[in-house]
């Protein structure tokens, strides 16, 4: 079945540490794949995306993320961890050629907590 | 510029009662519009979406219907509310595969 996992529900990182969110996706073909964050309280808000070129794509607030097609993930890193990364992060998928519905499916979402 | 606007930010509604949800757009013509429920502890999930006016898909059989009676305006709506209807419902519109989402409205059902 064509899904979008991220396998992580909670995370918890040291302030300064580096990050990884972990996405996985499951479609016949490689999708658009995208990252939001969500701040408490707030709507959306894109990091980066990935269409087609270099599988490292540079994003907002110092996030990078790796497409990797023979694993089919898509996971958002960064170097080092600000408390105010602290969010709920998500994973997204569209199909390419979708038509014209152009549907964004959501994996579940990773909470970030950051410690001092 | 392009902006979408959700109403309200917070709703508490007791069960039983109707609901209405509205989303506008500006700045574009025809997009794709979206409605998105994340519940508590659980991901966004698309509920409906609409390549036209008048044009309804649902994703997920569920309580709740979705109308667009023009271009740039989408509801969201329900005749009786449960509580597993509570939620943070989030608007959405896409040209191609540029996504813009509302503030939200988060959806209390006592």
């Known amino acids: 079945a064509q899904s979008v996992t991220q396998p992580d529900i909670h995370i918890t990182v040291s302030e300064g540490a580096s990050l990884e969110l972990r996405c996985n996706y499951s479609?016949?073909?490689?999708?658009?794949l995208f990252w939001y964050v969500q701040s408490p309280g707030q709507g959306l808000q894109l990091l980066l995306k990935?269409?087609?070129?270099?599988?490292l794509v540079q994003g907002i607030k110092g996030f990078e993320a790796e497409f990797k097609r023979s694993q089919s993930s898509f996971n958002l890193r960064k170097p080092s961890v600000h408390w105010s990364d602290a969010a709920e992060y998500f994973c997204?998928?569209?199909?390419?050629?979708?038509?014209?519905?152009?549907?964004?499916?959501f994996g579940t979402g990773t909470l970030l907590a950051v410690q001092p | 510029s392009q902006t979408i606007h959700q109403w309200p930010a917070t709703l508490v509604q007791p069960v039983g009662s109707p609901l209405s949800l509205e989303c506008t757009v500006e700045g574009t013509s025809n997009p794709n519009l979206y409605w998105y429920r994340q519940a508590a502890g659980r991901g966004l999930q698309l509920l409906f979406y609409?390549?036209?006016?008048?044009?309804i898909s649902s994703e997920v059989p569920q309580n709740l219907s979705a109308s667009r009676p023009q271009d740039r305006q989408f509801i969201l709506s329900s005749k009786k509310l449960l509580l597993s209807d509570s939620g943070f419902y989030l608007c959405?519109?896409?040209?191609?595969?540029?996504?813009?989402f509302g503030s939200g409205t988060r959806l209390t059902v006592v």
């Open positions: 990935y269409f087609s070129g270099d599988t």
């Open positions: 997204a998928v569209a199909l390419r050629g979708g038509g014209a519905t152009n549907k964004l499916i």
């Open positions: 609409s390549v036209g006016i008048g044009q």
């Open positions: 959405a519109w896409s040209v191609q595969y540029g996504y813009t």
């Open positions: 479609y016949g073909a490689t999708p658009y």
